[in-house]
């Protein structure tokens, strides 16, 4: 009777908390990223973790600017503490990655060189945890278009990470596969062709994207910059 007692006081805590990690998931994905962020970091999960350093790197771009290397920084504590809790936790060092690659843009070029060559590592960390992830291969195929970019500057990078821009759709036709239906994909896809001045297979994309459907806050803020973007290309 006792086992009896204690396996059902296990099942319902498990329940009790997939039901607030799905709760902080939908305060997220109606746009309330600080209190998505405060309810998924009191979990103390490493699932839950990882979703407050989401939540905090979505929120970051909502931010002023004064704010945004802050919080990219709190993003990454989130991850690194959810990587503590489970090192086999993919999602974690996805959003570790994510939160460097944001963090990179706010701090010195030496800096922001090593936090690129460790959001490389934690990538492919994300990818032998979970090939399927497909967020992953979007992020690798940004990482190697922004950093091989050409000129001085880009020369520099390359010679630092090992970015290559041959590198940049496979990635990305890879994380399409895997999702063909989620705009942002194909969005990023797109601004990564910007980069190297491909405008017409860009605009391409970003029809594309336009027509898929948008249920998130996040969604509908993004469908709405392709949309602007497209305008400014046309």
């Known amino acids: 009777m006792r086992t009896i007692a204690l396996s059902l006081a296990l099942a319902l805590t498990v329940s009790s908390s997939a039901q607030s990690q799905s709760a902080a998931q939908a305060l997220y994905d109606q746009g309330k990223w600080q209190e998505a962020a405060t309810a998924a970091a009191a979990l ?26 802050a919080l990219f920084s709190k993003a990454q504590d989130y991850a690194k503490a959810a990587i503590a809790k489970d090192p086999n936790n993919a999602n974690a060092y996805f959003e570790l990655a994510r939160a460097q690659g944001r963090l990179a843009q706010f701090v010195g070029v030496f ?49 630092a990470t090992g970015a290559n821009r041959s590198q940049v759709v496979p990635n990305f036709e890879k994380a399409i596969t895997l999702e063909p239906n989620t705009a942002i994909h194909k969005i990023e896809y797109a601004n990564a062709l910007l980069l190297q001045g491909k405008k017409a297979e860009a605009a391409a994309l970003l029809e594309k994207a336009i027509a898929l459907p948008a249920n998130t806050f996040w969604e509908k803020r993004d469908l709405e910059a392709a949309k602007a973007t497209l305008a400014k290309l046309r």
């Not at 103390?44 to 290397?69: C, E, F, R, V, Y």
């Not at 800096?111 to 690798?140: C, R």
């Open 111 to 159: 800096q922001s060189l090593g936090l690129a060559k460790d959001m490389k590592g934690n990538l492919d960390k994300t990818i032998e945890l979970n090939p399927k992830l497909a967020g992953a291969y979007v992020a690798l195929g940004l990482w190697n278009a922004n950093l091989d970019s050409g000129g001085i500057k880009g020369a520099i990078a390359v010679q």
């Open 44 to 69: 103390n999960t490493s699932a839950g973790l990882a979703l407050a350093a989401q939540a905090t790197t979505g929120g970051a771009s909502l931010a002023p600017d004064n704010q945004k290397k």
